[in-house]
């Protein structure tokens, strides 16, 4: 592939995305809400255990399946989520979008340096991992470095919602003929 071929296919992208950029906010802000339900459980299971010695949320049945179906759409949400950031900022620079992005991106970080097996393990003592306790902390953190990010895509969903823009694009796009 040529570089022009790719200059192009990226410019395709990216005019695409600019398009479809209400849609996308809205659809990136929706899978993100999702991590409030693993940050919920985070903070009334693992974090309440390790400070006073008790569980205030364990989870089983349809909530433990929540908790992991949100884990695997981490993955795609961090992806979604970047690109909003990475738009803006190629566009034009901005702290505010730089320092989103870079809270973001702790995440993976998170995922593949301490998962939240393992910061279980620490609080509780159980398993066989030799982590300390101030990296699980550390991990925890990471985790809490969503809450900006969130914030900031429902002011942008809000905004994109009050312009009608979301919902004339799905009017026209998936209602009629």
Not at 5 to 16: A, I, P, S, V
Not at 32 to 52: E, G, K, N, P, Y
Not at 102 to 121: A, C, Y
Not at 134 to 155: F, S
């Amino acid at each position: 592939m040529t570089v022009y071929m790719l200059k192009k296919y990226t410019q395709n992208f990216w005019h695409w995305y600019e398009r479809n950029y209400k849609l996308n906010v809205s659809i990136s802000s929706g899978l993100f809400l999702f991590q409030l339900i693993h940050l919920v459980w985070l903070t009334a299971d693992v974090v309440t255990f390790r400070l006073v010695g008790r569980s205030y949320f364990e989870p089983t049945g349809v909530w433990e399946f929540l908790i992991v179906f949100v884990d695997y759409l981490e993955i795609p949400t961090l992806i979604s989520v970047s690109f909003i950031y990475i738009n803006e900022l190629r566009k034009k620079y901005s702290f505010k979008s730089w320092f989103l992005l870079l809270l973001l991106n702790s995440q993976w970080f998170h995922i593949f340096w301490i998962t939240d097996e393992v910061v279980e393990e620490v609080f509780t003592g159980s398993g066989h991992t030799v982590l300390p306790f101030w990296a699980a902390w550390i991990a925890i953190l990471i985790d809490y470095l969503e809450l900006p990010v969130i914030v900031d895509l429902v002011i942008r969903f809000v905004k994109a919602t009050r312009q009608h823009t979301v919902q004339e694009f799905i009017k026209e796009e998936f209602l009629e003929d």
